[in-house]
């Protein structure tokens, strides 16, 4: 059964094979960088724009998951 409300671009799968990779290095490279803003005690408005980076990374790895999964 198809679903009328989910539109599929032509090129999706090329496109989502990458989307994953890219999120995953993201949440490291952020998570990393949050970790040494707040080792080094700098500006905490820093720190929590790469927490949020982070926390935004790992929510749309999820929904991904989810979304993608075999049925």
Request: charged share 15%; aromatic share 8%; net charge positive.
């Amino acid at each position: 059964m198809t679903d009328r409300y989910r539109i599929e671009a032509a090129d999706a799968p090329e496109r989502r094979g990458m989307l994953r990779p890219v999120l995953w290095l993201v949440l490291v490279l952020s998570a990393a960088t949050n970790a040494t803003m707040s080792g080094i005690g700098a500006n905490p408005f820093v720190g929590a724009v790469f927490g949020l980076v982070t926390l935004a990374c790992a929510t749309a790895l999820v929904v991904h998951h989810y979304r993608h999964r075999a049925r």
